[in-house]
């Protein structure tokens, strides 16, 4: 395996995800085109990509980097010449659902914004439903996430309070 990642870069199973990824993508776009829809998803892409790359990653990365930043600060408060402990950011707890809840909203929008016209009358479901369950499953991603970073952070405090 050493020289295949020396070329590639990466391990094979790498090479087999993103190649996967490439064909769901070639087939989506088949279908897309063949709904005649290709112009609007096209510029939603391109929209989107140009949100993300100018709006969002500068963002979270000033966040990601400033938090990183604090959990060091604040690690060297506890103990002045101690190493400090594992950091274990609450930014990382709360980044996963945000982006979970964000990228939810995101696919579901028209519905949970219920902006979505003819949708009862074409699926016969009902569409004021979407807001509740959006905030349920954004709830339920916050909760559990924060159940897991007190874990861990119980786990780390007692790792370095036993060296």
Known sequence: MGPFRRIYGAG?????????????????????????GAGSVALWFVGSIVVHDLVLLPVYSLVQRVAGRLARVDAMRARPGAPPPPAVLLIDHLRVPAMVAGLLFLLFFPSILQRNGGYEDASGLQSDVYLERWLAITAALFVLSGVLYAIRRGRSAAAYASR
């Not at 199973?13 to 085109?33: K, M, N, P, Q, T």
């Open 12 to 36: 094979p199973l790498h090479l087999l995800s993103a190649l996967a990824s490439i064909a769901v993508a070639g087939y989506a776009a088949v279908e897309i085109r063949g709904l005649g």
